[in-house]
């Protein structure tokens, strides 16, 4: 089970920290990812873990957004600093054990899913 956390309403320029707490699973074991998805549109992907240690970001959030890991708390976290109003969505955590290079940006690949938190970022 995934449990997302931290989102809320913050100014443009402002951050937020987001937290999604594993339980029953050790989320080393799985590529984990941050994905949001905003009104209207598809839920797209933000970031990711493999299980190797490796990082992803999209391009849209690169420079901006942090994603991490504290394997002894079995936590993700996504840090997000220069917060635009685009960014508005709800944020999803994801993971999967068998997630590759070139799917891990997908959603379909992931088996895994907190229920969401919302991030509003206003002008």
């Known amino acids: 089970q995934l449990q997302a956390s931290g989102g809320g309403l913050v100014e443009a320029g402002g951050s937020l920290r987001l937290s999604c707490a594993a339980s029953g699973r050790t989320i080393s074991s799985y590529t984990t990812a941050w994905f949001r998805q905003a009104p209207g549109k598809e839920r797209e992907f933000v970031a990711a873990i493999r299980r190797t240690g490796t990082i992803h970001y999209a391009d849209s959030v690169k420079g901006r957004f942090t994603i991490s890991r504290d394997n002894p708390r079995n936590t993700l976290y996504l840090q997000m600093n220069s917060l635009k109003p685009e960014d508005t969505a709800v944020y999803y955590c994801?993971?999967?054990?068998?997630?590759?290079?070139?799917?891990?940006?997908?959603?379909?690949?992931?088996?895994?899913w907190g229920q969401g938190t919302l991030v509003t970022v206003s002008s």
């Open positions: 994801a993971a999967d054990a068998g997630a590759i290079l070139s799917t891990m940006g997908r959603a379909s690949t992931y088996d895994y």
